[in-house]
Every structure is written in structure tokens, then in C-alpha cells.
């Protein structure tokens, strides 16, 4: 008779950290984004060391767009002003464009997974900045307006 060995649950509030940090930073892009990932679910279980590392990732990679478009969605799960400050900034940061365009619906996506008291307050600045195109601020309002849902 085979016995079934007991496997450990996972604990991402007590997971070692160190080696994920090493596998983040991987050249490898589907390593990197394994890693990021992990870290985004780490930042969400009281791990703030891993959301803050995500944040200067995103400084790193500013312009790849499609790892930073890996980085935001981990970001998204990190519950925190910094992080909402940090997916604001891209509106400011990348011009939209056809190109960018994709990678920006993205970052909303993103800021409209934080925590509802949050993504309120970046989208209703973001509507109000005269900055922006009218397009943009449109779809700022109607985000604030569906999480007064």
C-alpha cells in the first residue's frame, strides 16, 4: 500500500521572499512574470516588502510595455495609496496611442482592482486633470461612477 505524503499548504503571508525577489529580476520574461505574479499575491497577504519591490520594477521596465503591462496586474494587488499613485502616474507617463492604447486599458483594469476607497480617489483626480484628453477622462468618470455601484 502506497501512503500519500501530506503536502504543505501555502502560506504566501510566510513564503520565503528571497528566492522570488532573484526569479523576478530573471531575464526570462515568463520566469520574471511567474515571479511577479507571486509577489502580487504576496503584497495582498501583509507582505508589503513584495508590493514594494513590484513598484520599483515598474520603474525598472518603464519602457517595455508588455512586462509593464504583467507589472500592473501584480500592482493591482497590492492594497496600497503607493500603488495607486504608481498606476496613476502611467496615464501621465505613456502618451496614448493606438499603440498604447491596449496597454493603458490595462493599467485601468489594474486601478480598478485596488480596494474601491482608492480607485475612487485616482479616478476622480484622473477625470478632473484637464491634462488628459476628454476621451480619457470620460471613461475616468464612468469607472469612479461603476464603483459607486
Known sequence: MVRARMVPEFDPSTFPIEPILRQ?????????????????????????????????????????????????????????????????????RVPSSPATRTYLNEVLRALMQLPAPLSREALKTLADDKKLSVKWRRRFEEAAWRLDD
Open 24 to 92: 523576478a529580476v530573471s531575464l526570462d520574461v515568463g520566469r520574471a512574470s511567474d515571479a511577479w505574479s507571486l509577489l502580487g499575491t504576496m503584497a495582498s497577504n501583509q507582505r508589503p516588502v513584495a508590493g514594494i519591490f513590484l513598484l520599483g520594477l515598474m520603474r525598472v521596465h518603464g519602457g517595455d510595455l508588455t512586462r509593464m503591462a504583467v507589472l500592473v496586474r501584480a500592482v493591482s494587488f497590492f492594497p496600497s495609496e503607493a500603488a495607486a499613485d504608481a498606476l496613476k502616474a502611467e496615464f501621465y
